[in-house]
């Protein structure tokens, strides 16, 4: 991941006022979704597996469900991709039904 370390060796901004702020968190999400897009099927599940991890707490409670159900559907379209549709709708199925909550910020 050369780009994400290249973005944690860089100074933070003068004005950060003046630019976007890259939220670190959210780097492997931002990954998933350009290869998902892109088609590379392989890394975007990588990625998805990733933000899955990352979106889950120590005890199993998912503490970023809309990434984490986002990160489902990447394996499905992955999986519908290749041809495994079992595990496309399965994996489809779960986000799909994934209880989702946006924050008040969202409104």
Partial sequence: MPAAR????????????HRFIIDPDKWEFY???????LGDDER???????VIRISTGPDGTEISPMRAAEARLTLGVAAARMGEIEE??????????AERKSLPSLL
């Fill in 31 to 37: 990954e998933m979704d350009a290869y998902r897009l």
């Fill in 6 to 17: 290249d973005l944690t060796a860089s100074p933070g901004p003068d004005h950060p006022e």
């Fill in 88 to 97: 496309a709708i399965g994996m489809g199925t779960i986000a799909l039904e």
């Fill in 44 to 50: 975007a599940a990588n990625h998805a597996r990733s």
